[in-house]
T-cell receptor
Framework: KQEVTQIPAALSVPEGENLVLNCSFT??????LQWFRQDPGKGLTSLLLIQSSQREQTSGRLNASLDKSSGRSTLYIAASQPGDSATYLC?????????????FGTGTRLQVFP | DAGVIQSPRHEVTEMGQEVTLRCKPISGHNSLFWYRQTMMRGLELLIYFNNNVPIDDSGMPEDRFSAKMPNASFSTLKIQPSEPRDSAVYFCASSLDRGNYGYTFGSGTRLTVV
């Protein structure tokens, strides 16, 4: 059974810091991994999608890496800003289990203060 | 594209009433997913469709829940009768080619059953 864990559960940092959010999954048989952002009371916004054959993806100040063999992904946020405050979720699409559903982690709640 | 569109955004209903949630996926996407989010359990998949056909409904809590996808541009999730424990945020998501290009989520419907 695929399980996804995110560490830390919560993080509070001053503006300007570089951050690393961690995501681990128990089964390396995945098609892809996707990072989402969720603002309070809002929906999920896709940030980055990494296919199983890729090592990393970048978008602006965000960089996500994937090490499928060790079951890990990291989301790196450079020069954090108060507007980055949100909950960050990672989700994997398993290639085993004959399913198309995403398996979500429990999220990291990030607060960036001025 | 307007993204995945869900309605209503908020629904407050009395216990025992029927509730219908609606979703319009992104045009051209052929997979549609219904998720439920609660503080206690996080994001849980309820059911998903490929090409309008239900594929996996193992996450549907009980017979009070039903979902339909009569055509490629519309899906409903119905709860009858509703109970207070059904209170949650319900998300609809769609994808192309079974999620190979990632998933797009709607803004969600916040359901409160009193």
């Amino acid at each position: 059974k695929q399980e996804v864990t995110q560490i830390p559960a919560a993080l509070s940092v001053p503006e300007g810091e570089n951050l690393v959010l961690n995501c681990s999954f128990t089964d390396s048989a995945i098609y892809n991994l996707q990072w989402f952002r969720q603002d309070p009371g809002k929906g999920l916004t896709s940030l980055l999608l990494i296919q199983s054959s890729q090592r990393e993806q970048t978008s602006g100040r965000l960089n996500a890496s994937l090490d499928k063999s060790s079951g890990r992904s990291t989301l790196y946020i450079a020069a954090s800003q108060p507007g980055d405050s949100a909950t960050y979720l990672c989700a994997v699409r398993p290639s085993a289990y004959n399913t198309d559903k995403l398996i979500f982690g429990t999220g990291t709640r990030l607060q960036v203060f001025p | 594209d307007a993204g995945v569109i869900q309605s209503p955004r908020h629904e407050v209903t009395e216990m025992g009433q029927e509730v219908t949630l609606r979703c319009k996926p992104i045009s051209g996407h052929n997979s549609l997913f219904w998720y439920r989010q609660t503080m206690m359990r996080g994001l849980e998949l309820l059911i998903y469709f490929n090409n309008n056909v239900p594929i996996d409904d193992s996450g549907m809590p009980e017979d009070r829940f039903s979902a339909k996808m009569p055509n490629a541009s519309f899906s409903t999730l119905k709860i009858q009768p509703s109970e207070p424990r059904d209170s949650a945020v319900y998300f609809c998501a769609s994808s192309l080619d079974r999620g190979n290009y990632g998933y797009t989520f709607g803004s969600g419907t916040r359901l409160t059953v009193v």
